[in-house]
T-cell receptor, first 109, second 117 residues
Framework: GDSVTQMEGPVTLSEEAFLTINCTYT??????LFWYVQYPGEGLQLLLK?????DKGSNKGFEATYRKETTSFHLEKGSVQVSDSAVYFC????????FGSGTRLQVQP | EPEVTQTPSHQVTQMGQEVILRCVPI?????FYWYRQILGQKVEFLVS????????KSEIFDDQFSVERPDGSNFTLKIRSTKLEDSAMYFC???????????????FGSGTQLSVL
C-alpha cells in the first residue's frame, strides 16, 4: 500500500541556517504530495503541495519539488527563523491523506 | 481565519469505558475526517464522512468506532469500549468541496489527546 517516510527528528538548527527535511514515498501511480505543518498548540496546516511530477510547491519561503524518478518530495528553506519551529508532516493523497510520522524542527536564536 | 475546534484537548478514561470526542468543523465545509497519531508513530486515517454517511474508512475503524453529525454543527467520534492501544492524539479535519482524492485542502483541529488507563 501507499506509504510516506520522513527523516526522523528532532532537527535542531540555528537561525538563518539552511533546512532540508527528507521525504520519500511509495505509491502506485502519481499521487499528489503535500507538506503540512503543526505549530505548538495548533492543528495541522497545509504548507504547500504539488500535484504532478516536476511541480514545485512553495509557500512562506519553503519549497519542495515532486521528483518522480526518486519518489521524493524534500522540504527546503534557505534561511530558517525561530518562528519556523514546528512539526512538519509529508503526505500523499488518494481517497485519504497518508502521512509520514512527522519531523520536529527546533530553530535556536 | 475560520478554524476547526476540538474538545476536550485532553481526555483520560478507563479501559472499557465509552468515550466521545467532539469536533466543530468549519461551518460551510461538507467533508469531515478523523485521523489519529499514536505517540511516535504516523498520523493515520480513520474515517471520512460526507452527506451524513461514511464515505471511506480504514481498517483501524472497526466496530468499536462510530461517527455522527448529530446537529449540523458537531462531528463526533465515539469509541465504544476503549482499549489501551486507543491512546493517541485524535485529529478532526474538514474540507470545503472535495476529498484528498481531488487535492482539496484539509483544515485540521489541534487534536484531542486521549489517554486510556
Amino acid at each position: 500500500g501507499d506509504s510516506v517516510t520522513q527523516m526522523e527528528g528532532p532537527v535542531t538548527l540555528s537561525e538563518e541556517a539552511f533546512l532540508t527535511i527528507n521525504c520519500t514515498y511509495t505509491a502506485t501511480g502519481y499521487p499528489s504530495l503535500f507538506w503540512y505543518v503543526q505549530y505548538p498548540g495548533e492543528g495541522l496546516q497545509l504548507l504547500l503541495k504539488a500535484t504532478k511530477a516536476d511541480d514545485k510547491g512553495s509557500n512562506k519561503g519553503f519549497e519542495a519539488t515532486y521528483r518522480k524518478e526518486t519518489t521524493s518530495f524534500h522540504l527546503e528553506k534557505g534561511s530558517v527563523q525561530v518562528s519556523d519551529s514546528a512539526v512538519y508532516f509529508c503526505a500523499l493523497s488518494r481517497r485519504a491523506l497518508t502521512f509520514g510520522s512527522g519531523t520536529r524542527l527546533q530553530v535556536q536564536p | 481565519e475560520p478554524e476547526v475546534t476540538q474538545t476536550p484537548s485532553h481526555q483520560v478514561t478507563q479501559m472499557g469505558q465509552e468515550v466521545i470526542l467532539r469536533c466543530v468543523p468549519i461551518s460551510n465545509h461538507l467533508y469531515f475526517y478523523w485521523y489519529r497519531q499514536i505517540l511516535g508513530q504516523k498520523v493515520e486515517f480513520l474515517v471520512s464522512f460526507y452527506n451524513n454517511e461514511i464515505s471511506e474508512k480504514s481498517e483501524i475503524f472497526d466496530d468499536q468506532f462510530s461517527v455522527e453529525r448529530p446537529d449540523g454543527s458537531n462531528f463526533t467520534l465515539k469509541i465504544r469500549s476503549t482499549k489501551l492501544e486507543d491512546s493517541a492524539m485524535y485529529f478532526c479535519a474538514s474540507s470545503e468541496r472535495g476529498s484528498p482524492a481531488t487535492n482539496e485542502k484539509l483544515f485540521f483541529g489541534s487534536g484531542t489527546q486521549l489517554s486510556v488507563l
